[in-house]
Every structure is written in structure tokens, then in C-alpha cells.
């Protein structure tokens, strides 16, 4: 009776009723499924962006290892560490990587692979591991909690055995971006060999290991750099070298004391003498040829991780005037172009200067043509001859520095408008003499005649000091600018050599080799260098 | 290290800047060029005359140097004096004066009768002034000279200097400079000479040279009769001799004649004042107006015949300065005191000179045929 009445009572409710409600129950559903799909993704999302960034979380791992617990007090989510954990053989192994450091490909094909196919019934330990599974040359055991972190930060792929609190296997999985070896960019010969540093310091050793094969050629690595701990490599032979300036270079490089290490030009701040002296006392070198021809003669190459320059010490002014190309061809052609290479840093530097110091103070020592012609090419320029020289001197230092920063391939566009601005509307407008484009482009292009580039950047400052001084006192002005060069020349020292050897002190049999620049004839390495093995031949 | 190098600077810096007087900035486009100088006496007064740099724009077109470049223009100015013609002049220029560009100075044969010492003493004080300055006289009024339109050259001063210039190269002509001159005046007892111009044709010649005693113009030597003065004080005379034929009269030899040696040599025997002048010459057959077939014994002829030419056209010279210009305008004075200090200090130079006896020795080689004998293979490898 009551279970018919309860069935006539629902049978009582309309058929729309029932719709509404299951569309009710439908709706609310529908909502807490968005819910459930909106929190999912949220979790999705973060999950996907830490597995980018980091593989597994190394905050979850739940272990008492100590050498990853602290690893996991350190660790600042950030850093970017990545765990791989593998059940093995009733073991729990971590492998603790930097994705971006590291080659994932040599990872996973020789130290995860083997492991993770290990079927032996023996428990697995790091000895198993060190000699019998890991497929890796270069793999170590240690035990120093504290320089887990390091190794982990340099590259390597650190294994820890859950249950092993002793040891942890370090295994090189370095991977790190390079470029192959190129030519040089800065150091350019016509007939010299091609073949430059790059930023990966191994690479570089290996260049100059290939072509000295001497045993005596000594490697001295130390790390500089409290935060980036920069791979830094002092290479000499040990039988060529001055020990007192090896070791002179090695005690300057080991009292560095910065956070930082980046490029090869820090490490060249840190072994200056005096942060004043105009002249760079270190040679940059480009090329591993100049480089090792340096080492022979009993010089020190500085390398830096992550730089393609390396550093040459010590280095005389002279030095900065030779070039690979000399070594080919006859013994004259060297001759002529170290003689053109004076010629053209003297024209660099006094060209504007001579030209101030004749137009405005001393026309009198001109033939009488050329002083007319002289005035007749300034007649309709408004500006003293100082100013004139300064705006054109400045204006070709604009371009210049510009041309080093123009993109390839509007560089010749800029150029052409560079050379129509500066130079034909100048002169048509009568704002520059012709003359004065004449020598502002002549003494350019005669900067660009010496091989180092190291050297130019003194003379660059050097020619306005001597425009500026001829420009107040005349000829006079210009002679006392030179004697202040000269002076700061001769003073100067490269760990402990004359900077203007052979000339200062005299040295006749090292100046006349430096001129012939012929190695069949100079038997002897320069004697301001002090090599205890001074024969070359 | 750096207070060291800042005291070097202020060592080397603070007595140029205190002691020298190198504040004197100017632009060169900023001053007046002078290329010419002109002296001369009208109506009583100076006429201070000459050529100033014209300095036109290097691309401006269409002015009357045809189209940028170097011209000149004349300036006139009078006065009682020096000081007050070069004021007049000074009254009328943009630009402070710039005399290191002036290629010749001209005075009129006027001024130089009357003296051209104040001048060339300007000349000496005037640091701006190059004391290689040419010194010229002209037989016309500078005035009328620095009138002409010269084509062949940028301005009148300019042909003179070059035209000077190029023949005391070849060895034709001596290039006296104001230094020189003054240096002369010194010893009171020598005259000098100074190269003569004028206008010949509606042109600029070199007429000769002129004679002057004192600074003061006593005559003048023609052009032909200066091969004498030539050979006698040019550094390297080079002079062309033409010779009649030895067979044919008709014919010319002409010889160009280079010094080898020369020396004076002085002396002063019983009151008489003797020098005697060594010169060796080597000389090269041009060629001959008709071709005449030579030997050795003909060459010996020639070279007696050129050395006859040269010792006379020497003691002609001498005589002049001896008898018409009484005055020692080729400086033996200087050699005679140089050999023989002590008694130059007792005679009385001038009436020495004019009785001097002068003994001239001139040797001659002809060392050269110019291919132009037929002979000459026969002749020297017989």
C-alpha cells in the first residue's frame, strides 16, 4: 500500500520537473568538472614548467642522503638542478645534473642507460658502478660533501647511492656550447695560418699542444673568480721561460680577488703595472700561430676560459709592429713593411698636429707655393685651422667606432654616406679645406697599417693630446707632446722589461734581428727577455 | 707615479708658457701674402709698391685666374719716407702682412743710385722676411713692371724668381740674395752684383747685371758680356762658346763649357797687389753648324781656341771692374784677406785693386764629341 503510494506520489511530479533537476544536477556537474579542469592545468602548468626547468623537483626527493640533503638546504629553486632517480637492483641512485651544462645525449646513452639495465644480483655499489657500469672515460670518486654543489655547477653529473653516505661517483658529462675554430677576426694576414683561438679554453691548448710538442711545454691552470670560477691556463716552456717572469705573471694572476672572470681583457686590467700608463704592456693575440711563436721565444701565453683572446706577456713596443706575414716571402719585404709601419703610426699620430702647427703658427717654413696653395684651399673655411682638424679628427673617430657596431650588411651603405657627409659636401659646402680630409683619411688609413690594434687605441688618445698641445703652442707644442710620449715610452715596463727594448737600452744585435726579422740569420732569442735557453738554432 | 708625471708636465709646460711667444695663433688663409716688393723714387717720394696674393675660393669659377687658384693683385702707396709709404700701405689691407711668401724684391734703377742699404736692413730686421730673398733692379718703374699681365708664370715676382732660379741652375746666371748682400756690405771694400731687369717687347727680360758699390747702383754689365762674371763666381758655370771652324770658316763649333776647378790664388809682391786665377774647365762638343771631320790635333786647336774665349771674356771682366766701376764687385778682397790677413790690414785695398796684375790660366778638355765626329771611331781605336 505505502510502496504504491510513495510510486503514485512520483509518479504525481511532471515530466518538465524532472528535466529541470537533472539539468540542475547537470549544470553543477559540468561547473565542478571547469573546476577540477582549471586546477589540473594549473598543475599541469607548473609541473610541465618545472620539468622544463628542472627535470624532477629536487625539493620532493625524500631521502636522508646527506650529500643530497645538502645539496637540498642549498639549493635555491633557480639554480636550475635536475635529478634523475633510478630503482636499481633494490637501490635508490640519484644522478644530479645541470641540463644546459650538460650533454644529455652521452648521459642517457652511457651512465643512465648501463645503470638501468644492470641485472645482476649482486646490490649495486659504487665500485660496481665506478668500474663495471658507468661507459664513461672520465668518471672519479669523492667524498667531500661540500663539493658536490661545484661539480655539479662546472658540468659534471654527480651519482649518489641512496644508502652510500661515504662516496658519490663524479662522472664528465661536460657539454659546452662552442664554435669551431675559425679565422681570426682581429688579427688579420694575408699569408699567416688561419686558424684562431675560440672561447673553449681546452680547444685553444689543444691548438698550441698540436703545434708544440715539446715536454717541456708547461700548462698552469687556476681558477679565478669567486662566483664563476674561470678556468684560467698560464702556458710557457719551462726551459725557455724566465722563471722570475713566470712567476711574476702567476703571482699577479692568483692575487686577483673579483667575483668575476669574463674575458680575457679582465685578467689584463688585474696584470697592468700602473692603471695610468698609456701603453699596453700585455699582448692580445688572436691567432694560435702568433701565439705559439710568442711561447718560443720565451714568453707567457695567458688563456682564459670563455674568451678567444689570449694574453701575451711580457710585451715590448716594438713587438706590437711585427706580423706573421713577415715570416714569408724575403727577408726586404719584412724590412719595407715594418719601415712603412713606423711610417705610418708617426703620420697617425702627428699628422693632424704637423698641419696645425704649419697652417696656424709657422707658414714660414713652407716654399712659397705651397704655403699660397695652403691658403687658397682654407679660403672659405670659417673655423680656425684647430677647430677644423678637431671636428674632422672627431668626426672620423665617430665613424669610426660606429663601423665596428654597423651590421654587415648596411655597414658599406653608411660608409658611402659617411664618406659623401664627411668628405665631398664638407668641402663643397666650405666648412673643411681638402687638404685637411686628405690627412684626416691618410692618417686613418695608416692606423690601419699596424698589426695589433692593442697599440692604436694609445695613439688614438695621444693624438689629440698632441692636437691640443700644437694647437696652443704651435711646432713647439707639438715637439713637447712627442717628448711626453717619449718619455712615457722609455719609462714604461712589461713585468719588469724595458718597453722600448732593443732600442732603450741599446741592444744592437737584438734591434738588428727585430729588423731583419729573418729567423735563419737571428740565432739567438732577444737578450731583453733573459731566457736561460737564448739559442735558437 | 702620477704626482711625478704631473710635476714632469708642469716643468716642461710652465716655462713655455711663461717664456715663449708661441701665443701667436694665426691662420694662414688669415694674412696678407705678400709675393712682391716694389721701391722706387716718384716725384721726390717713395713709391713702396708690389704683388699680394689674390686668395680665391679653390672651387669658385669665373674669375679672372679661370676658376679658383692663386692671382695677385698690385698695391701702390706713397711717402716721404719708408715708414710712412709702408703706413700708407699698412691703412689699406684686411690682414696683417706675411713676408715669408715674397719671392723678390725690385728696386728702381732710381732708389738704387740713391742707395738700396735701407732696405735690405728692413729686410734684415723683419724676422718674416726670408733672407734668400732674390734682390732685383729694374730698368723701368717697378710700378710699370708689376703692371704687365705674365702668362707664363702666377705673378711678375714669381717669373723673376723662377727665370733667375732656372738659369743660375744651368749655370748662366749667379742668384745674389739679400743675405748675401748685406753680408758683402760688410767688408766695406767688395761691391756687388745683382741681377738687372726690364721690359723688352712687352716682356719681362734679364738684362744683364748691375754694378754696385756701397749698395749703390754704378753701372750696369750687359747680358752677353756676363759670361766673364759667370765663370768667375757662378757655383757651376755652364756656358755655351761658339767657335769659328778651324778648316771652314764658315762653319761654328759649339761648346758647352763645365768648370772643373777654380782658384784664386793672391799675392802682394814689392806694393803690387797680384792674383792669379787657375781655372780648369771641361768641355763637350754640341755640335757644328756643318759637320768638319776632327783629330786630336784639331781638338787641341779647339781647346786652345775655348780656352783664348774664356780668359777673355774673364779679363774683360776685370777690366771693367778695374777701370769703368773701379770697384771689387767680384770679391777678390775676400780671398786676398783670407791668404794674407796681415797685410790686408796695411794697404789700401781699392787703390790696390785698381793696379792689380792679374794673371788668368784657363785649361780646357774636350772630353766629349756627342757622337757628332765621323772620325771618331777610326780615331780612338786605330
Known amino acids: 500500500m505505502n510502496n504504491d503510494k510513495k510510486k503514485s506520489k512520483s509518479d504525481l511530479c511532471s515530466p518538465s520537473e524532472n528535466i529541470e533537476e537533472k539539468l540542475r544536477d547537470l549544470r553543477s556537474m559540468l561547473t565542478h568538472a571547469r573546476e577540477i579542469e582549471k586546477s589540473t592545468q594549473t598543475l599541469v602548468h607548473s609541473l610541465q614548467e618545472r620539468s622544463i626547468n628542472y627535470g624532477s623537483y629536487l625539493q620532493q626527493i625524500k631521502t636522508e642522503n646527506k650529500f643530497i640533503k645538502n645539496i637540498q638546504q642549498l639549493e635555491n629553486p633557480n639554480m636550475g638542478i635536475s635529478v634523475k632517480r633510478m630503482s636499481v637492483a633494490r637501490k635508490q641512485l640519484f644522478v644530479l645534473y645541470i641540463q644546459e651544462l650538460t650533454n644529455r645525449e652521452m648521459l642517457s646513452q652511457f651512465l643512465i642507460g648501463p645503470i638501468l639495465k644492470y641485472d645482476q644480483a649482486a646490490p649495486l655499489d659504487i665500485d660496481i658502478l665506478h668500474n663495471s657500469i658507468i661507459n664513461l672515460d672520465d668518471v672519479t670518486v669523492d667524498s667531500a660533501k661540500e663539493k658536490t654543489l661545484d661539480y655539479i655547477l662546472k658540468g659534471y653529473s654527480v651519482i649518489i647511492v641512496d644508502d652510500n653516505e661515504e662516496e658519490y661517483l663524479v662522472a664528465n658529462t661536460i657539454k659546452i656550447e662552442k ?359 | 707615479m702620477t704626482k711625478k708625471y704631473v710635476s714632469l708636465l708642469l716643468v716642461i709646460m710652465l716655462p713655455t708658457l711663461l717664456l715663449t711667444g708661441c701665443w701667436d695663433y694665426h691662420d694662414i688663409n688669415m694674412t696678407n701674402i705678400s709675393i712682391s716688393t716694389g721701391v722706387d723714387i716718384v716725384n721726390g717720394q717713395i713709391e713702396y709698391t708690389g704683388e699680394v696674393a689674390k686668395i680665391a675660393p679653390a672651387q669658385a669659377k669665373g674669375n679672372e685666374n679661370g676658376g679658383g687658384g692663386i692671382g695677385v693683385y698690385n698695391f701702390y702707396a706713397y711717402g716721404k719716407d719708408l715708414e710712412q709709404a709702408r703706413a700708407a700701405f699698412d691703412a689699406g689691407v684686411p690682414y696683417p702682412h706675411f713676408l715669408g711668401a715674397a719671392r723678390a724684391v725690385i728696386f728702381s734703377t732710381s732708389y738704387a743710385k740713391q742707395s738700396i742699404a735701407p732696405y735690405l736692413h728692413r729686410i734684415a730686421q723683419i724676422n718674416d722676411y726670408r733672407k734668400t730673398i732674390l734682390p732685383v733692379i729694374s730698368r723701368d718703374h717697378p710700378a710699370e713692371l708689376f703692371k704687365l699681365k705674365v702668362e707664363s708664370d702666377i705673378s711678375v715676382a714669381f717669373l723673376i724668381e723662377d727665370m733667375m732660379s732656372s738659369l743660375t741652375k744651368q749655370g748662366k746666371a749667379i742668384y745674389p740674395t739679400v743675405g748675401h748682400l748685406l753680408s758683402d756690405d760688410d767688408i766695406k771694400t767688395i761691391g756687388e752684383l745683382i741681377p738687372y731687369v726690364g721690359i723688352e717687347e712687352g716682356s719681362i727680360k734679364y738684362l744683364g747685371l748691375a754694378v754696385l758699390k756701397n749698395l749703390k747702383m754704378v753701372g750696369t754689365i750687359n747680358l752677353k758680356d756676363t759670361s766673364g762674371v759667370v765663370y768667375l763666381l757662378a757655383k757651376k758655370p755652364s756656358i755655351t762658346e761658339n767657335l769659328p771652324g778651324i778648316e771652314n770658316k764658315n762653319n761654328t763649333f759649339s761648346l758647352l763649357t763645365s768648370l772643373k776647378k777654380r782658384t784664386f790664388n793672391t799675392d802682394y809682391v814689392d806694393g803690387k797687389l797680384i792674383i792669379n786665377i787657375d781655372m780648369n774647365f771641361d768641355a763637350t762638343l754640341n755640335y757644328q753648324y756643318y759637320t768638319e771631320s776632327t783629330d786630336e790635333k784639331k781638338l787641341k786647336v779647339l781647346e786652345d781656341l775655348v780656352a783664348q774665349s774664356i780668359q777673355g771674356k774673364i779679363i774683360k771682366i776685370i777690366a771693367m771692374s778695374q777701370k769703368e766701376f773701379d770697384c771689387d764687385f767680384i770679391g777678390f778682397a775676400k780671398y786676398f784677406r783670407a791668404q794674407h790677413p796681415l797685410i790686408y790690414r796695411k794697404i789700401n785695398w781699392e787703390e790696390s785693386y785698381r793696379n792689380a796684375d792679374f794673371f788668368v790660366n784657363i785649361q780646357v778638355n774636350i772630353h766629349n764629341l756627342n757622337l757628332a765626329d765621323p772620325n771618331a771611331r777610326t780615331l780612338y781605336f786605330k
Open chain 1, 179 to 537: 664554435r669551431t675554430t675559425q679565422s681570426p677576426e682581429i688579427e688579420q694576414t694575408l699569408w699567416g695560418s688561419r686558424d684562431a683561438f675560440t672561447e673553449n679554453i681546452n680547444s685553444n691548448l689543444s691548438l698550441i699542444r698540436y703545434r708544440i710538442k715539446d715536454p717541456s711545454l708547461i700548462i698552469y691552470k687556476c681558477l679565478i673568480g669567486e662566483r664563476t670560477k674561470t678556468n684560467v691556463a698560464v702556458v710557457y716552456i719551462d726551459d725557455i721561460a724566465n722563471q722570475e717572469y713566470v712567476n711574476k705573471v702567476i703571482k699577479k694572476i692568483n692575487s686577483i680577488n673579483t667575483d668575476g672572470i669574463l674575458e680575457t681583457g679582465m685578467v689584463q686590467k688585474f696584470l697592468l703595472n700602473n692603471t695610468f700608463d698609456l701603453f699596453p704592456q700585455t699582448g692580445l693575440i688572436e691567432k694560435s700561430a702568433t701565439a705559439c711563436q710568442c711561447i718560443l721565444e720565451g714568453k707567457i701565453c695567458i688563456l682564459v676560459e670563455g674568451s678567444n683572446l689570449s694574453l701575451i706577456a711580457p710585451k715590448t713596443f716594438f713587438e706590437f709592429f711585427v706580423s706573421s706575414d713577415d715570416n714569408y716571402g724575403y727577408m726586404y719585404l719584412g724590412i719595407l713593411a715594418k719601415l712603412l709601419r713606423f711610417i705610418s703610426a708617426f703620420c697617425y699620430l702627428s699628422l693632424s698636429s704637423l698641419y696645425i702647427a704649419i697652417v696656424a703658427f709657422h707658414f714660414d717654413i713652407l716654399p712659397p707655393q705651397y704655403a699660397l696653395a695652403m691658403a687658397v684651399s682654407r679660403a672659405t673655411v670659417p673655423f680656425n685651422a684647430f677647430t677644423e682638424v678637431l671636428i674632422m679628427e672627431i668626426a672620423t673617430e665617430i665613424l669610426r667606432e660606429s663601423s665596428i657596431r654597423i651590421p654587415k650588411n648596411i655597414g658599406p651603405t653608411i660608409g658611402i654616406v659617411g664618406a659623401i657627409v664627411i668628405g665631398q659636401a664638407a668641402v663643397s659646402a666650405g666648412l673643411i679645406s681638402p687638404l685637411v680630409i686628405i690627412i684626416t683619411s691618410l692618417s686613418t688609413m695608416c692606423s690601419f697599417v699596424i698589426p695589433d690594434n692593442l697599440v692604436i687605441n694609445p695613439f688614438r688618445i695621444m693624438k689629440f693630446m698632441l692636437l691640443v698641445f700644437t694647437g696652443i703652442l704651435g711646432l713647439f707644442g707639438f715637439t713637447m707632446g712627442l717628448n711626453i710620449i717619449f718619455i712615457n715610452l722609455v719609462s714604461q715596463s712589461s713585468f719588469g722589461i724595458p718597453y722600448f727594448s732593443p732600442l732603450a737600452p741599446f741592444n744592437f744585435s737584438d734591434l738588428k734581428n727585430f729588423i731583419l726579422g729573418d729567423l735563419t740569420l737571428a740565432k739567438k732569442r732577444p737578450g731583453f727577455l733573459k731566457t736561460p735557453d737564448n739559442t735558437r738554432l
